[in-house]
Structure formats: structure tokens, C-alpha cells
């Protein structure tokens, strides 16, 4: 990938859809395949995608450069499992040029946080800051359970090798009714004892889990409630450019973030797209409308078709989704897996 380190960006012009937001936030799924198997976000069976159909991660970079191009402040690397994806590692050494340069403000990654213990020290190194890592028990045989098959104490020891580390970590925390509506406080004291954000997360309808969504579903505004039996909790202003919304806790001193894409809509300030594996450009979460990237990327060896095709992309982004659990027939909103487009 050497030949690309002298493919930096000089100047950029931002992203603006028709409701006049904004767009400079890439979520990027490098692969759609994980070493585990949440029971929310994937069915025990799953078919991933050939191999060939994957960018590699040349055209991954080429393409997440002419994001940074169009203005592209901030890029979140997610999956599947993007610490999976063989060769991450060098991509992510590689595509830091922009974060030297200056045109990349922020370059990070959501994971399981299995992998970290062996790659936590080398992402600081490159320039990474903040991770989100998604856990949503302390207990190692309900791990195993929400996982299918989960070591939590590969989880954990990755989560201390990353505070080592030097980085910040956020963990996400997705409410499963029955399952871990008695770990949340424990989970809250938890982080803010390590100094780490907890972000609660409701379950969304996103591709066929084998399951009934409907028996999954906690409010993010049942758990604020539960919380705020015990705790005090102060709304702030803070942001991570994500569609959270913060409370401090005055008794740890720590933060708790709120993702309600059922019961709120976050879509006025959205201000992000989300690229594929394949090359798939989704401009909503909830919506399957979405623009083919590949075929301009592999068209020509210059960028002018790419970059025709990311503006003609933002050009369709929706003015928001209406995410449902369709109570009737059970059916997901949407039929792509979390694991498909990134969470
Ligand atoms: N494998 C990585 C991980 O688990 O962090 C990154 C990809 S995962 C799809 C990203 C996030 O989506 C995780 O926090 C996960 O808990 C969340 N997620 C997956 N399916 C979901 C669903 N149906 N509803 C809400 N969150 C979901
Ligand atoms: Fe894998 Fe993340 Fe989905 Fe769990 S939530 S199955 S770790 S992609």
C-alpha cells in the first residue's frame, strides 16, 4: 500500500444533502463476518459474502479517501468484527496519513473487543483515540449465551490492554428484555469505575435473528426511569457526534448515553452515511435505498467518477427513517443484518 502514502488530501469541500445537513461522518463495515454471534444481530447460520465480492482494502482506502476529499471529518470502522478483517492493521497504519495531514479529525472503531488485547497498543500508535466497545453482560455464561459461543474474559482483558493503552473507551450496552435488565446499574458502576462512558442502546429491527423482536424490546426511557430511582441524573450537552444524547450521574461522576432509535428520532442532526464491504453506500440506517460505489471506484483509475457518484448518493439521503417493530407480522424494518451495514 506504500504507493498511497503520497495520495494525501489538499483540499476538501463539504458534503451538504437537500435538507441542508451536513454529511462528514463515514461509517465504514470492513467485513461482515465476526467471531461471534450476538443473538439481537445475527441468526446462528449465517451466509456471509464471498470473498470476491469484498473490496480489498486498497479500494477501501481509495474510497474512504475521496470521502475525506468531500469533507469527511470523522470515520468509525465497524462490521461484523473489523478487528477480524485480515490486514486491518495495515490499513489503518496506512489511512492514518490523513489524521497527520490534518483533513481526518478522528479516526475509530466500534468491536467486540476480542481482538484488543493484541492490537490495542498498535491502534493508539496509529492515531486512534476512542473506541466503542460493545458488552452487554459482566457474567461470563450469560456472555456466552448473547454471543452463542463468547469468551468474556478475552473481552475483558482486551478492554484493560486499550485503557493501557491510553485510549478512551465508550461501552455499548443494547437493553434485551429479560436478559440484562439487572446488569445495567452494576454495568454503570462498572465503567465509571474504570472511567468509561456507558451508552444504552434499544434493540432495532434489523434482519431476521430467528427470533421475535417484540419479546427483545426495552425502552431507553423504562431504563432512564429505573435509573433515576437510585441515581441522579443531569441532562449535559455533551456530544461524540453519534445520535446519543448524555446524562451526567452526579453520584459516580460518570456519563451515561441514550440510543432511541424506536422510541425518538434522531434523524433532524443526522449527519453520517454508511459505506458497505462491497462498496455500498446506505444513506440511512432504516431505509434500503442505497448507491453502488464499486462500480465507479473500479470504472476508471481517477476519482472524478467517484466522486460524481458520492455527491449524486447524498443528493438521495432521506430526511429520516420511521423505525418500527412491526407488532402484525414480526417482520424486521429493514431487511439487512447491524452486521451488513455497521452499527
Ligand atoms: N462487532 C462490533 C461490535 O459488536 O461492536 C461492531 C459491529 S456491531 C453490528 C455494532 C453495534 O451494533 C454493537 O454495539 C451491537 O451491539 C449493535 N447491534 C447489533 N445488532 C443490533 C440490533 N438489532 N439493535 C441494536 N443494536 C444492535
Ligand atoms: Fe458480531 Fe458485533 Fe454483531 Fe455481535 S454485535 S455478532 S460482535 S457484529
Given amino acids: 500500500m506504500d504507493h498511497l502514502l503520497s495520495k494525501t488530501v489538499a483540499q476538501s469541500t463539504p458534503l451538504v444533502d437537500p435538507f441542508g ?21 445475527m441468526s446462528e447460520a449465517m451466509t456471509f459474502l464471498p470473498r470476491k465480492d469484498l473490496l480489498t482494502l486498497e479500494e477501501l482506502d481509495r474510497l474512504c479517501s475521496a470521502f475525506v476529499e468531500k469533507g469527511t471529518k470523522r470515520i468509525r470502522l465497524t462490521g461484523g468484527e473489523p478487528l477480524v478483517r485480515r490486514g486491518i492493521m495495515d490499513f489503518i497504519k496506512t489511512f492514518s496519513r490523513h489524521l497527520k495531514s490534518g483533513a481526518l479529525d478522528e479516526l475509530t472503531l466500534t468491536t467486540n473487543g476480542t481482538q484488543l488485547s493484541k492490537y490495542a497498543d498498535q491502534l493508539a500508535e496509529y492515531g486512534v483515540r476512542r473506541l466503542n466497545v460493545s458488552l452487554d453482560t459482566l457474567q461470563a455464561n450469560r456472555f ?173 439521503k432521506p430526511k429520516g427513517h420511521d423505525f418500527l417493530i412491526d407488532r402484525d407480522n414480526k417482520n424486521p424494518a429493514v431487511k439487512r443484518h447491524m452486521s451488513t451495514t455497521g452499527g
Fill in 144 to 316: 456466552k449465551d448473547v454471543t452463542r459461543w463468547g469468551d468474556l474474559s478475552k473481552v475483558m482483558s482486551g478492554i484493560e490492554a486499550a485503557l493501557k493503552a491510553g485510549l478512551k473507551i465508550k461501552i455499548n450496552m443494547v437493553a434485551v428484555k429479560g436478559f440484562n435488565e439487572d446488569e445495567i446499574i452494576p454495568m454503570m458502576k462498572w465503567c465509571h469505575d474504570k472511567g468509561m462512558d456507558l451508552t444504552m442502546i434499544e434493540t432495532m429491527p434489523l434482519g431476521d435473528v430467528g427470533q421475535d423482536r417484540n419479546d427483545q424490546f426495552i425502552s431507553v426511557s423504562d431504563i432512564s426511569k429505573m435509573l433515576q430511582q437510585d441515581y441522579t441524573l443531569s441532562d449535559i450537552p455533551y456530544k461524540t457526534g453519534g445520535p446519543a444524547r448524555y446524562v451526567k450521574v452526579e453520584e459516580t461522576g460518570g456519563r451515561v448515553g441514550f440510543i432511541t432509535p424506536m422510541t425518538h428520532n434522531f434523524c433532524e442532526s443526522c449527519n453520517r452515511v454508511r459505506l458497505t464491504c462491497t462498496g455500498t453506500l446506505y444513506m440511512c440506517l432504516g431505509k434500503d435505498d442505497a448507491a453502488d460505489l464499486r462500480a465507479p471506484l473500479r470504472s476508471s483509475e481517477g476519482d472524478e467518477q467517484l466522486h460524481l457518484a458520492i455527491e449524486e448518493a447524498i443528493s438521495r
Fill in 21 to 41: 445537513r451536513t454529511v462528514d461522518y463515514l461509517r465504514v463495515s470492513v467485513t461482515d463476518r465476526c467471531d461471534l454471534r450476538c443473538v439481537y444481530c
